[in-house]
């Protein structure tokens, strides 16, 4: 696969219009479950357009963002620079160039399944304060819970380029190993996008997998999707759902 610093350099503008945030809930579960405060730093590694990011600068928290790709992290410094405590560096999650048992916490957010695990794991350690955690999570559309999201999931595995490959990165992740010796506890929650045709079409092109306007199969996958978008919109609008997947847990550093 391509290089995974490099994968969204094209589609930035599609991302920051048509990616979603992630839910509002994630906050308060990590203040009643890890002890997250608004004094509580955080590095969002794997950063992107700040979609995670902005989560906890809105509940007061110093982040930093660490992101490698340089298109995407100029996008996250453009729109998070209304935010006094937001900073960003170009590292990897591998490397983050970050100070020895700085952070509280460390975020990953819709990124870990590009990591390199047991070099992430060390720089994680060695970032982290000793009573600090890791947050992991993921947005994935709910193939199952309509007609929209079966034939937006069939128009993804007939055009992607490399989609079973990323597909099978993230559901053979084995996020609670990465967490061993020590344990990890997982949380679910759903929610929605709603779209007119631009923003589901925009939606798609946001997806590293899918093929771009040089592709041969671009023009056809852009007349499905509009099929797809006739075939279930109701008065102008398809409803498009998520659920988000979190796991948080602490890393033994033995």
Request: net charge negative.
């Amino acid at each position: 696969m391509l290089d995974p610093t490099r994968r969204f350099s094209n589609r930035v503008e599609n991302y920051l219009k048509y990616r979603p945030t992630y839910p509002s809930g994630i906050v308060p579960l990590l203040r009643a479950e890890c002890g997250l405060t608004a004094e509580s730093l955080i590095a969002d590694v794997g950063s992107g357009t700040g979609l995670s990011t902005e989560l906890f600068l809105k509940n007061g928290n110093t982040v930093i963002g660490v992101e490698p790709n340089p298109e995407m992290r100029v996008a996250g410094e453009r729109i998070l620079v209304k935010y006094s405590k937001f900073s960003s560096v170009n590292g990897m999650a591998e490397a983050t160039r970050l100070s020895d048992h700085s952070v509280d916490f460390v975020m990953a957010a819709q990124a870990f399944h590009w990591f390199k695990r047991e070099d992430t794991r060390a720089e994680f350690v060695r970032i982290l304060k000793p009573d600090g955690w890791v947050v992991i999570a993921w947005n994935g559309y709910r193939v199952e819970s309509s007609p929209l999201m079966t034939a937006y999931q069939d128009l993804v595995i007939r055009y992607g380029t490399d989609y079973s490959e990323v597909r099978r990165e993230v559901e053979g992740c084995e996020v609670e190993s990465f967490y061993a010796p020590g344990t990890c506890k997982r949380a679910r929650f759903e929610f929605q996008q709603v779209f007119n045709y631009e923003g589901l079409k925009g939606r798609l092109l946001s997806s590293s997998y899918v093929p771009e306007p040089d592709h041969p199969n671009y023009d056809a996958m852009l007349k499905d999707v509009r099929k797809v978008f006739d075939a279930n919109q109701t008065n102008g609008k398809v409803v498009f759902n998520y659920e988000t997947e979190l796991y948080y847990g602490q890393l033994p550093a033995g």
